[in-house]
């Protein structure tokens, strides 16, 4: 029985200790450092295929029709 108390404190202790240490992580000003990286990085890959979209895929003006032009014939 004794052994089975320790077995779970020790359990206990190690959780503990994770659940401390990935609210430090998060809290961490590095971590918002890292997320704002991330998400500046996110934000230029979506604006590049916009860009892309728009240059390549030009749609009319009621936005109903695509025209894609590949190896100079129209699709």
Known sequence: MADAKTEKQKVKEITDKLEEGL???????????YLSTIWIRKYRERSALKTAESE?????????????NIA???I
Do not use: Q, T
């Not at 609210?23 to 450092?33: I, M, N, R, T, W």
């Not at 390549?56 to 894609?68: C, R």
């Open 72 to 74: 100079g014939y129209d």
């Open 23 to 33: 609210k430090e992580l998060f809290e961490s000003e590095k971590y918002k450092s």
């Open 56 to 68: 390549f895929l030009p749609v009319n003006a009621a936005g109903l029709s695509i025209n894609i």
